[in-house]
């Protein structure tokens, strides 16, 4: 008898969207449960504990980014937003609500499944194991002990600042980080309007981890809504 992979809830009130989510997750072994409304999505989120949730935006009852607001005032269970709604503003009003990633409608199967799949590795690694002593990814080394830094076997050196950004993005790798979000972590409450600032120590880091910081493999470039270390086992 085979072992029933993640559950999955859908909040989609699009019958169409709905059977093209459960026949992509349920063909790569995922189990689906269904809701129609935010009303429904949220009693079956408390009742069926799932690991994540794919969450439309255009609910007939409520906004699903108050959807997002009331989850997280008790469960840290990854939300994808899944949207017809593609501005910059959409995508960053998502995030900062609380949603781990946002695809815009419409999407292939393949780019959902690698979304669901790096969102559900993120939350495997946020409620397991302490962070590990190192983080690898591709020719990136963090030593966070010594807390030293390696771009293929070569120590970097980075200021203290720069150091914590790298490891707000390596902690949340595969995840996208909006600038208020890395702003409020680096810099605090107080300087989460400073894009510019931000802009600046990216373009730093990119130019000492990047082989080519024009066209950055590790540190990604969400346009207008903030950027992604890429997930090390995408």
Known sequence: MSIPGPLVLLVEDELAMRRFLRTALEAEGYGCVEATTAREG???????NPALVLLDLGLPDADGLDVTRRLREWSQVPVIVLSARGHEGDKVAALDAGADDYLTKPFGTGELLARVRVALRHAARAKGEPEAAEF???????????????????????????????????????????????????????????????????????????????????????????????????
């Open 42 to 48: 949220l009693a079956h989120a408390a009742g069926h």
């Open 136 to 234: 690898r990814n591709g020719m990136l080394r963090v030593d966070r002990l010594r807390r030293q830094v390696f771009v293929d076997d070569r120590e970097v050196r980075l200021t203290p600042t720069e150091y914590t950004l790298l490891g707000v993005l390596c902690r949340h790798a595969g995840k996208v980080l909006t600038h208020r979000q890395l702003l409020k972590e680096v810099w605090g409450p107080g300087r989460v309007t400073q894009t510019h600032q931000l802009r600046v120590y990216m373009a730093q880091l990119r130019q000492k981890l990047e082989r080519d910081p024009a066209r950055p493999a590790l540190l990604r470039t969400e346009p207008g809504v903030g950027y992604r270390m890429v997930d090390p086992g995408a």
